[in-house]
């Protein structure tokens, strides 16, 4: 045996878990074992509650991405209940205190993250920060997507009345939708949804929680939609006499 195998089978008996900050090793191996929708871990349940929020704590800051609820629960030891409790806890604790982190829920999972005040402040010291710049085509086909999903490219061009790949290409490429499966229909056509990303991004639990899209905004989306086409149509004369100056070595009269 290598001494690369040996460190991976000592890693494996300990419970080795990786992690943003490296890798961390459990102090019991975790059960061959775990019913479905619940993971237990051989070790004493975390009773009392600030400890529950102090492992929860450090749980979100280690892992440095979302983490399930009941991944949370196995950390404490505690049914889903009792972890969901004490994540509210902790949250609340968080918002009344003047720190520059907080906890955000997205869907059924938790995240530590920094406070949107103090984007100006991060970007002093980070290198090269860049945020994606969301122009209307996008966020309108983002809209789409987020209202109507799962759906497909043909569905949204349908809505808007001209060509998206652009648009939908671009958001895939900024992790705020991706391709969640495929129609069952001629040609299998991709299905698309919004991510938690997306969740993060525009601050809000999950797709639920998105404010109800009046008759005002569908007018707007339509009006919009009706410029942006006007504007390709007027477009058209000009590439076609590109082309035949382009043949021609001259634009026809």
């Known amino acids: 045996m290598s001494n690369q195998d040996r460190i991976e089978a000592l890693e494996a008996g300990a ?10 090793a459990g102090s019991e191996k975790r059960e061959s074992k775990e019913p479905e929708g619940q993971m237990e871990l051989a070790f004493p349940p975390t009773e009392d509650e600030k400890e529950q929020e102090a492992v929860i704590e450090a749980v979100l ?3 440095g991405r979302s983490v399930e609820l009941r991944q949370l629960a196995a950390a ?3 049914p889903e209940e009792v972890a969901r409790k004490a994540v509210e806890r902790l949250t609340k604790r968080y918002r009344s205190a003047r720190s520059g982190m907080e906890i955000t829920q997205l869907e059924d999972s938790y995240q530590m993250c920094t406070k949107a ?3 100006e402040n991060l970007i002093r ?3 090269a920060p860049r945020k994606q710049v969301l122009t209307e085509v996008v966020l309108e086909t983002l809209s789409i997507i987020a ?3 799962p759906v497909t490219k043909m569905e949204i061009e349908k809505i808007r009345g001209v060509k998206s790949d652009h648009a939908v290409n671009r958001l895939v490429e900024y992790n705020l939708v991706y391709e969640v499966g495929r129609l069952d229909a001629p ?3 991709a299905l698309f949804a919004t991510t938690e990303e997306f969740l993060r991004r525009f601050g809000v639990g999950s797709v639920q929680d998105l404010p109800d899209l009046g008759p005002e905004q569908e007018a707007e989306i339509k009006a919009e939609v009706e410029e942006e086409l006007q504007l390709k149509l007027e477009e058209l004369p000009a590439e076609a006499a590109e082309e035949t100056a382009g043949e021609d070595g001259e634009p026809e009269a």
């Open 15 to 24: 419970g080795v878990v990786e992690t943003r900050t490296g890798k961390l």
């Open 61 to 63: 800051f280690t892992m």
């Open 76 to 78: 404490i030891g505690q």
């Open 147 to 149: 209202y109507k999903q």
């Open 125 to 127: 010291v980070a290198s």
């Open 187 to 189: 040609g299998r056509p």
């Open 117 to 119: 005040a103090y984007y």
